[in-house]
């Protein structure tokens, strides 16, 4: 069954580094997508991707960070200089896109950013 | 804005017994409701939906049913295995809207 893949599971990084979290959607998905779990908080959404641009994005996805798909299957979120509260779980999930129908989001199992 | 509450955990319960997990949401719109569930390891999973009022979705012996009058979309099970430990996430998305808004998540361990 397809699935959608995250590498790294866990990185850790200084403050003030860059990183980048890597996703490979499912094959025939069309929208790509961001969240972030805070431990103990809630799963927030970051951005979603369609078509080559975002199509939305919270307040939470500031100038820091920026999305990318960089050729036919990878899917990636960066952090240009890294803050220790952007410690968190980070999930990255892909839907069909089927437009007027319910879109279900098949997510990764998520990388564990630590920022010391 | 948009947001879901779920009851605090963790909770453990033993295997055959009955399971509650209260999800309460709050919407401009009339949003769609959903439960996912983490196993360990793994990827969020949507276990069930409810796209309009009084809908129930079920899978896996889990229900919920849309309560637009109480605003909530409890998570049900008549007598759980211990295969059903896993962290359940109570999610909404309004009509037209790609995001999904979750609650906090409840981790449920359930003993042989």
């Known amino acids: 069954e397809p699935e959608v893949t995250q590498t790294p599971s866990h990185q850790v990084t200084q403050m003030g580094q860059e990183v980048i979290l890597r996703c490979v959607p499912i094959s025939n998905h069309l929208y790509f997508y961001w969240y972030r779990q805070i431990l103990g908080q809630k799963v927030e959404f970051l951005v979603s991707f369609y078509n080559n641009e975002i199509s939305e994005k919270s307040e939470i996805f500031d100038d820091q960070f920026s999305v990318e798909r960089p050729d036919g299957s990878n899917f990636t979120l960066k952090i240009r200089s890294t803050k220790l509260e952007d410690s968190a779980m980070y999930f990255c999930?892909?839907?069909?896109?089927?437009?007027?129908?319910?879109?279900?989001?098949?997510f990764g199992p998520g990388t564990r950013l630590t920022v010391l | 804005g948009d947001s879901v509450t779920q009851m605090e955990g963790p909770v453990t319960l033993s295997e055959e017994a009955f399971l509650t997990i209260n999800c309460t949401y709050t919407?401009?719109?009339?949003?769609?409701l959903f439960w996912y569930v983490q196993y360990p390891g793994e990827g969020l999973q949507l276990l069930l939906k409810a796209t309009k009022a009084d809908d129930k979705g079920s899978n896996k012996g889990f229900e919920a049913t849309y309560r637009k009058e109480t605003t909530s979309f409890h998570l049900e099970k008549g007598s759980v295995q211990v295969s059903d430990s896993a962290v359940y996430f109570c999610?909404?998305?309004?009509?037209?809207?790609?995001?999904?808004?979750f609650g906090q998540g409840t981790r449920l361990t359930i003993n042989p």
């Open positions: 919407a401009t719109g009339y949003p769609s």
């Open positions: 999610a909404l998305s309004e009509q037209g809207a790609q995001k999904l808004v």
């Open positions: 999930a892909s839907s069909l896109g089927l437009a007027g129908l319910f879109d279900e989001q098949f």
